[in-house]
């Protein structure tokens, strides 16, 4: 039996993007809130990948499974081949930081599962995230802001948005060795926690990305 484009069980290309978009905004907020609710721990932690050690680390691994899996499913326009190798080295960079979680954090920790310390481990994955922030960057600012023939006004503000999301993903790429470098001479900057902060910054910007290209906002007039 063959399914047509209007059968209601397919999923649209736009409400798998809005989910996309959903998942990595709402992220950073459902760990910092489910800490504190199921855990009475007010401790926010070093980064978002801290987490995993922590009461909502199963949350953050469904979370971040999800959207790989929303990437990977995701083909994008018929015939841009980049477009949907992109997104699913996306995904699977998603899969593989969920999956191989970086060391425990050593102070004001919410911790309640322990892994032994491995150096290797936690370099492989905070290569994959890095490398997952980069490709997420180049999505919005080279995939998005494609399109045929002369671009609409919605389409130029709808670019405009995808630039700055771009853009912002990359200060928070640059920002967050910066800001640890900082930290290694300067320890009580450690207190301002600004790689959970930064993390979230480029998570809001990616997701704003996502739910603009899935129509939430700024849609072409007809």
């Excluded at 469904?62 to 959207?67: E, R």
């Excluded at 997104?87 to 032994?116: D, K, M, Q, R, V």
């Amino acid at each position: 039996m063959h399914l047509n484009q209007q059968d209601p069980r397919l999923i649209s290309f736009n409400s798998l993007r809005k989910s996309i978009g959903w998942l990595s905004i709402l992220l950073p907020p459902a760990m910092l809130t489910g800490n504190y609710w199921l855990a009475d721990c007010s401790f926010i932690q070093e980064s978002l990948s801290d987490y995993y050690y922590t009461v909502t680390g199963n949350l953050l691994v469904g979370m971040l499974c999800s959207m790989a899996l929303f990437l990977i499913s995701y083909k994008g326009y018929p015939g841009d081949w980049l477009d949907a190798w992109l997104t699913t080295i996306a995904g699977i960079l998603a899969l593989g930081s969920a999956f191989i979680p970086t060391n425990e954090p050593l102070t004001n920790s919410c911790a309640i599962i322990h892994l032994p310390w491995n150096t290797t481990r936690s370099e492989t994955h905070n290569l994959l995230a890095s490398i997952l922030f980069i490709d997420l960057a180049l999505i919005s600012l080279f995939l998005f802001t494609k399109g045929k023939g002369e671009p609409t006004p919605q389409k130029k503000k709808r670019n405009k948005i995808y630039k700055i999301c771009g853009y912002v993903i990359l200060f928070v790429i640059v920002m967050v060795p910066f800001y640890n470098r900082m930290v290694k001479s300067n320890p009580e900057l450690a207190s301002y926690k600004m790689v959970f902060w930064l993390e979230w910054m480029a998570m809001t910007a990616f997701g704003c990305s996502w739910l603009v290209k899935g129509g939430l906002v700024l849609r072409d007039r007809k």
